[in-house]
Each structure stands twice: as structure tokens, then as C-alpha cells.
């Protein structure tokens, strides 16, 4: 079984730094694609950045520039680094991966950027 576990969320002040990182078991985790997500209450889960097994990234516009993804294969490790953050990154930012057509999430963890 997948499981995915977040770490790294917190109350930070706008303009501020976080890392976030997602440990994963139970999988292959070198040739697998890697997310990270984020949700707002009353809002679609939207996909934030992604790595594929190659290490190529992509990242949502809002994001570019301020955030970047990284792995670690060696640890079975996706971290999500945040630089210059701004009050409308406040969510819940969720890890996934999918595999064998099952998509598998990690609980979450909270960033909350105040002004």
C-alpha cells in the first residue's frame, strides 16, 4: 500500500520562506510522477507542481518563480520549496502520486501566510 506523509506547513508572514516535503512507502517511488497540490475551503483541489521521474517540473502560473519542486530518490522523498509567499497561498497542500490508475494523497499540511 501507498502512503504518502506531508510535513513542513506553518504560519508564516507574507513574503516569507517554507519547505514542505512528502515521504513516501509502499511504491516504487523512482518512476513515479510526483504533486503537489493545494485546497482552499469552497474550492477545487488545484495542482500546484509536479516532477516526473526524470526530474522534468511543472508548476501552475501562479506559482512560477516563487516555488520549486525537487526529489530525492534515494530517500523516496518530494519536497516543495516557497519562497516569497503571498497571502493567497494559504491552503492545504496535499502530496500524490498515482499509481497502477489508483491516486494516492497524503493527509495534508496547512500553510497560512498572514499579511
Known amino acids: 500500500q501507498v502512503y504518502l506523509r506531508e510535513s513542513g506547513g506553518g504560519l508564516v508572514q507574507s513574503g516569507g520562506s517554507l519547505r514542505l516535503s512528502c515521504a513516501a512507502t509502499?511504491?516504487?517511488?523512482?518512476?513515479?510522477?510526483m504533486d503537489w497540490y493545494r485546497q482552499t475551503p469552497g474550492k477545487q483541489r488545484e495542482l500546484v507542481a509536479s516532477?516526473?521521474?526524470?526530474?522534468?517540473?511543472t508548476y501552475a502560473d501562479s506559482v512560477k518563480g516563487r516555488l520549486a519542486i525537487s526529489r530525492n530518490n534515494a530517500r523516496n522523498t518530494v519536497s516543495l520549496q516557497m519562497n516569497a509567499l503571498k497571502s493567497e497561498d494559504t491552503a492545504v497542500y496535499y502530496c500524490h502520486t498515482r499509481s497502477r490508475a489508483t491516486d494516492f494523497w497524503g493527509r495534508g499540511t496547512q500553510v497560512t501566510v498572514s499579511s
Open positions: 516532477i516526473s521521474s526524470d526530474g522534468s517540473t
Open positions: 509502499g511504491m516504487n517511488f523512482k518512476i513515479h510522477t
